[in-house]
């Protein structure tokens, strides 16, 4: 009987951890036009709660400059932490180009899954050379509310006035991300399956045994 017993345990356990990671798609786009340009802001920036425990690619909503800006290289930067100071914890270079001005378009940096403690706060940054590409905010120039409440846009250099409701505190990125290792993963439906078979048939093991007791010592 114990024999039976922690063959179900050890199975149980085994299905659970068969239990694929969960994946997670963030986007965060609270529609406003608003552009601020990389160059201009020394450093733009999005802190950001991580969703999951793996981060495989990160994305922002772009707006190309006027006729004579080029295409130059874009860096991303993923800091821990909700500054534009914090540790380095992953960087990545890349040309992100689309060749009509003034159009807004998005563009992912693909980062190859670096470990995040799910829940935390980060920062994902963004320097330029060229004036060529803006980074699209909300809320619009009147708005009041905050879109995203776990995190807010930053850049290096003060080009939002203190009175702004980018100086409040209340304007955040469109930006986007995709993550693996999602925590609360819930047993899919064949391993709740295995579960109940498996607890089914130690209940029944159980009333035999009691059945067998009883039968004996009416004898």
């Given at each position: 009987m114990k024999r039976l017993m922690t063959a179900v345990a050890l199975g149980a356990g085994g299905l659970g951890a068969a239990v694929p990671a969960q994946a997670a798609t963030f986007v965060q786009d609270g529609g406003a036009p608003r552009g601020v340009t990389i160059s201009t802001g020394g450093t733009v920036g999005q802190t950001f709660a991580m969703i999951g425990t793996s981060l495989?690619?990160?994305?922002?909503?772009?707006?190309?400059?006027?006729?004579?800006?080029?295409?130059?290289?874009?860096?991303?930067?993923l800091r821990e932490g909700g500054s534009l100071t914090g540790t380095i914890l992953k960087q990545v270079t890349a040309t992100p180009s689309l060749a009509a001005n003034r159009s807004n378009f998005w563009y992912d940096f693909t980062l190859g899954g670096v470990a995040l403690t799910d829940g935390a706060l980060y920062t994902a940054?963004?320097?330029?050379?060229?004036?060529?590409?803006?980074?699209i905010y909300s809320p619009a120039a009147t708005g009041t509310v905050d879109g995203y409440t776990k995190g807010q846009l930053l850049t290096a250099n003060a080009v939002f006035n203190p009175t702004t409701n980018c100086g409040k505190g209340i304007c955040d990125a469109n930006f986007r991300f995709d993550s693996?290792?999602?925590?609360?993963?819930?047993?899919?439906?064949?391993?709740?399956?295995?579960?109940?078979?498996?607890?089914?048939?130690?209940?029944?093991?159980?009333?035999?045994?009691?059945?067998?007791?009883?039968?004996?010592?009416?004898?």
């Amino acid at each position: 009987m114990k024999r039976l017993m922690t063959a179900v345990a050890l199975g149980a356990g085994g299905l659970g951890a068969a239990v694929p990671a969960q994946a997670a798609t963030f986007v965060q786009d609270g529609g406003a036009p608003r552009g601020v340009t990389i160059s201009t802001g020394g450093t733009v920036g999005q802190t950001f709660a991580m969703i999951g425990t793996s981060l495989t690619s990160f994305g922002f909503q772009f707006q190309t400059g006027l006729s004579g800006t080029v295409d130059g290289p874009v860096t991303f930067t993923l800091r821990e932490g909700g500054s534009l100071t914090g540790t380095i914890l992953k960087q990545v270079t890349a040309t992100p180009s689309l060749a009509a001005n003034r159009s807004n378009f998005w563009y992912d940096f693909t980062l190859g899954g670096v470990a995040l403690t799910d829940g935390a706060l980060y920062t994902a940054a963004l320097t330029a050379t060229t004036n060529r590409l803006s980074v699209i905010y909300s809320p619009a120039a009147t708005g009041t509310v905050d879109g995203y409440t776990k995190g807010q846009l930053l850049t290096a250099n003060a080009v939002f006035n203190p009175t702004t409701n980018c100086g409040k505190g209340i304007c955040d990125a469109n930006f986007r991300f995709d993550s693996t290792g999602a925590t609360g993963a819930v047993p899919e439906p064949a391993t709740w399956a295995l579960l109940m078979l498996g607890f089914g048939a130690v209940g029944y093991t159980l009333r035999r045994a009691r059945g067998s007791r009883v039968a004996r010592q009416r004898v």
